[in-house]
């Protein structure tokens, strides 16, 4: 059974940087897609950022240039680096992956993001 597991949430100071970490187990066959979605209180759930098995990544435009996304197939984990950090990237962060083979989808239980002074 694949599950993910989210670690590295936190409270941070506008300005300050935080990562977080995906750690995907259960699978043999790896993932093709791995990334991070977010979402506020009131919000909808929005793109953060993806990246594929080749590397390539993709980025929601409110976050381009701040965060990066990154990760260890050998691991079957992905991280995201978030820098420059506001109140706004303020939300409960989830993990998905997509499985390689089956193109099932799954989910992390998320990890609160809180920036605040």
């Known amino acids: 059974q694949v599950q993910l597991v989210e670690s590295g949430g936190g409270l941070v100071q506008p300005g300050g940087s935080l990562r977080v970490s995906c750690a995907a187990s259960?699978?043999?066959?790896?993932?093709?897609?791995m990334g991070w979605y977010r979402q506020a209180p009131g919000k909808e759930r929005e793109l953060v950022a993806s990246?594929?098995?080749?590397?390539?990544?993709n980025y929601g435009a409110t976050v381009k240039g701040r965060f990066t996304i990154s990760r260890d197939n050998a691991k079957n984990t992905a991280y995201l680096q978030m820098n420059s950090l506001k109140p706004d990237d303020t939300a409960v962060y989830y993990c998905y992956a997509v499985e390689r083979g089956s193109g099932t989808d799954y989910w992390g239980q998320g990890t609160q993001v809180t920036v605040s002074s």
């Open positions: 259960g699978n043999i066959f790896g993932f093709n897609v």
């Open positions: 990246i594929n098995g080749w590397g390539a990544t």
